[in-house]
């Protein structure tokens, strides 16, 4: 089905700018994600105007692809209602990823410190790191619609899942596996980890527009078995 929508949002031009509208979000979800998260694995910094600006240029972006789409189908004789809602469906998960972006952002501001000295730095940095890779094909199976590399997205998404649920749960039921850290770093990772799943999670969900047909968005294909969120 995807591979007909990509066809037609290529045929129609107010359909071809909506999602080259959301292609451009996509990127600038991509940019200020590694902007946001970058000072938790380094020595950078982050600045907050920086992280607000590129958010709301995201935001101006989805209020422009809602005009175009409504537009297209109050005056597209076809009236391909269901490009139009993919395209509407995918902009709130990217718009989403943006607000979680200004989220790791200002826990950055009252934390102020790498992860680099907390013993779980490097699973956390895995996330992290495979998000990044998630971004890099969720971009590549949208602009070319491949299915393949999209479902490589929702696979990445299961592993990032599942660790980020490990990482909350030690915090949780098993707190002498935490005992070296200090009450802030605890509340730190566990936040951290919440970011990460639902930005995974996002991705997931755009990724998933390319396999499944427009009411199997967010979920595996094929299957009624839902991922877990």
């Given at each position: 089905m995807f591979k007909n929508l990509f066809e037609l949002w290529h045929r129609e031009d107010l359909l071809q700018q909506s999602f080259d509208d959301a292609v451009k979000m996509l990127e600038m979800?991509?940019?200020?994600?590694?902007?946001?998260?970058?000072?938790?694995?380094?020595?950078?910094?982050?600045?907050?105007?920086?992280?607000?600006?590129?958010?709301?240029?995201?935001?101006?972006?989805?209020?422009?692809?809602?005009?175009?789409?409504?537009?297209?189908?109050?005056?597209?004789?076809?009236?391909?209602?269901?490009?139009?809602?993919?395209?509407?469906?995918?902009?709130?998960?990217?718009?989403?990823?943006?607000d979680y972006a200004k989220n790791f952002m200002e826990l950055w501001e009252l934390y102020g410190k790498s992860l680099m000295d907390i013993p779980m730095f490097d699973r956390l940095e895995?996330?992290?790191?495979?998000?990044?890779?998630?971004?890099?094909?969720?971009?590549?199976?949208?602009?070319?619609?491949?299915?393949?590399?999209?479902?490589?997205?929702?696979?990445?998404?299961?592993?990032n899942s599942k660790n980020c649920e490990e990482i909350i749960a030690a915090l949780v039921r098993t707190p002498t596996s935490t005992k070296s850290f200090d009450s802030n770093q605890e509340v730190l990772v566990a936040l951290a980890a919440r970011y990460f799943k639902r930005t995974s999670a996002h991705l997931k969900n755009i990724a998933s527009s390319t396999i499944n047909p427009f009411d199997r968005i967010g979920y595996k294909p094929n299957s009624e078995t839902e991922y877990t969120f």
């Open positions: 979800a991509e940019d200020i994600y590694k902007k946001a998260v970058a000072p938790f694995f380094g020595t950078q910094t982050v600045e907050a105007q920086e992280i607000y600006n590129i958010d709301q240029k995201i935001n101006h972006f989805e209020i422009s692809i809602r005009r175009k789409v409504l537009e297209h189908i109050s005056i597209s004789a076809e009236q391909d209602t269901t490009a139009a809602l993919v395209l509407t469906t995918i902009s709130v998960d990217i718009e989403r990823i943006g895995q996330i992290c790191n495979n998000i990044l890779k998630m971004f890099e094909n969720t971009i590549s199976s949208f602009k070319n619609a491949d299915s393949e590399t999209a479902l490589k997205v929702m696979e990445l998404h299961v592993i």
